[in-house]
Structures are given as C-alpha cells and as structure tokens.
Nanobody, 115 residues
C-alpha cells in the first residue's frame, strides 16, 4: 500500500507563487509515476504534471512554462513549484502515484488564487 501526504497549499494573489510537496510512504517502486492533479469546483479532476523516477516530465498545456514538477527519489517526495499563478489555477490539488493501472491519491490541498 501507498500513503500520500500533501502540504503547501494556501491563498495567494494573482501573479504569486506557491510550492506544493507530497511525501509517499509504503512500497514505492521504480516504475511508479508521481504527479499532481487538480479539481476546481464543478469541474472534473485534471492532470497538472507528472514525473517518472528517471525525471521525465509531462505538463498540462495550461501550466507549461509556469509550473515545475520535481522529484526526490531518496525521500519519496514530489514537489510542484507554481509561479505566475492565475485565478483559474484555483482548485484542490491532489498528489498521485500511478503503478501499471493502479492509482493512489493524497487527501488534497487547497490552492486559491485571488485576482
């Protein structure tokens, strides 16, 4: 089993920055892909960014150039640096670990960007 615990959400003004972190505990394998998803009120959960253990990244078009995902394999930690935040980035952000069709989720952390 895997447990994911997020931290770092909060309230920030438009144009500001926040950093989210997620620590994974339990059985972590080299094939695991870690990432961040978000869900805004009334909308479906959507991909923000993912990263493999080798450092390959994937970003949603809406965050490219503004968000950076990173991973510390020794600490089983994934982070999301969010710059130039916009009101439309407001959502609950969820840490995710994917392993060959199995998914684990954190409890979510609220990010609110005021205009």
């Amino acid at each position: 089993q895997v447990q994911l615990v997020e931290s770092g959400g909060g309230l920030v003004q438009s144009g500001g920055s926040l950093r989210l972190s997620c620590v994974a505990s339990g059985s972590i394998f080299r094939i695991d892909v870690m990432g961040w998803y978000r869900q805004a009120p009334g909308k479906q959960r959507e991909l923000v960014a993912t990263i493999t253990i080798g450092g390959s990244t994937n970003y949603a078009d809406s965050v490219k150039g503004r968000f950076t995902i990173s991973r510390d394999n020794a600490k089983n930690m994934v982070s999301l640096q969010m710059n130039s935040l916009k009101p439309e980035d407001t959502a609950v952000y969820y840490c995710n670990l994917k392993r060959i069709g199995n998914y684990w989720w954190g409890q979510g952390t609220q990010v609110t960007v005021s205009s």
